[in-house]
């Protein structure tokens, strides 16, 4: 067959979905748990938060430097390859994100 565009275009989406969808499921349902973890704890712990008297702005500043750190001294370490400890804090930290923005949005600010 000729290399059409459309051939390089669907060629290079198919190389991108390739590795989703030959993980294994053990490997696929732990990064969704940890994704769906990290929304629901930090979700909790804000609305938690909400009702006591504590600066939920600083709080929730210290909670996206923490995450960031986290997973930032984790990546530029000496790791050749992505594990799957490092993938699950990274989830976590993306849900966790994606609570805080959610709530930020739910308040209006």
């Known amino acids: 067959m000729q290399k059409t565009k459309l051939r ?9 979905i390739q590795p989703l969808l030959s993980d294994s499921w ?3 349902s732990l990064l969704i748990l940890s994704l769906l973890f990290g929304f629901y704890l ?4 804000i609305s938690f938060l909400l009702d006591k008297s504590i600066n939920t702005i600083v709080l929730s500043v210290l909670i996206l430097i923490l995450m960031e750190f986290s997973i930032r001294s984790i990546l530029f370490s000496n790791y050749s390859k992505l594990t799957l400890s490092v993938l699950l804090i990274n989830n976590f930290r993306i849900g966790s994100t994606y609570a805080l923005i959610l709530e930020a949005f739910k308040l209006g600010s």
């Not at 390089?8 to 991108?16: G, M």
Request: charged content about 25%; glycine content about 0%; cysteine-free.
């Open 26 to 28: 053990k490997k696929r």
């Open 8 to 16: 390089i275009l669907f060629e290079s989406i198919f190389s991108n």
């Open 42 to 45: 930090t979700n909790s712990f």
